[in-house]
């Protein structure tokens, strides 16, 4: 299992599993495969990009719940840590940053 730092010279150090950021950086347009930057200018662009796959997420799986229910059959289980509660420390870090004109990096 591989960890990606997100880092900033403004915030603290963010630190996630590969496969759990991936679906941030995808969301981005980041290759997911090595490091990277994202400018301030591209940090609204990148937020609205992180609050919509949660709430696509969250779609889903409220969409999968009531097919069960519709089809008789037992509620699918999800990951106890979805994208929403991992998102925070990213929404946050993104806030911060534009608004201090930094950018963020990230390496595998």
């Known amino acids: 299992m591989s960890l990606i730092r997100f880092q900033s010279r403004e915030t603290a150090d963010v630190l996630m599993l590969a496969q759990h950021a991936q679906p ?3 969301a ?3 290759d997911t495969r090595g490091p990277g930057v994202l400018l ?4 609204p ?4 990009a ?3 796959a949660v709430a ?5 799986q409220a969409r999968r719940v009531e097919e069960a229910e519709l089809a008789g059959e037992v509620k699918p289980e999800f990951e106890p840590i979805g994208l929403r509660h991992r998102s ?3 929404l946050e870090m993104l ?3 534009e608004a201090a004109q930094v950018e963020i990096v990230w390496g595998v």
């Not at 301030?40 to 940090?43: L, T, V």
């Not at 696509?56 to 889903?60: I, S, V, Y």
């Open 24 to 26: 941030f950086l995808t």
């Open 28 to 30: 981005w347009g980041k």
């Open 40 to 43: 301030p200018n591209d940090m």
């Open 45 to 48: 662009a990148a937020r609205q």
């Open 50 to 52: 992180t609050e919509a």
């Open 56 to 60: 696509a997420e969250e779609a889903l």
């Open 88 to 90: 925070v420390p990213l």
């Open 95 to 97: 806030r911060r940053c």
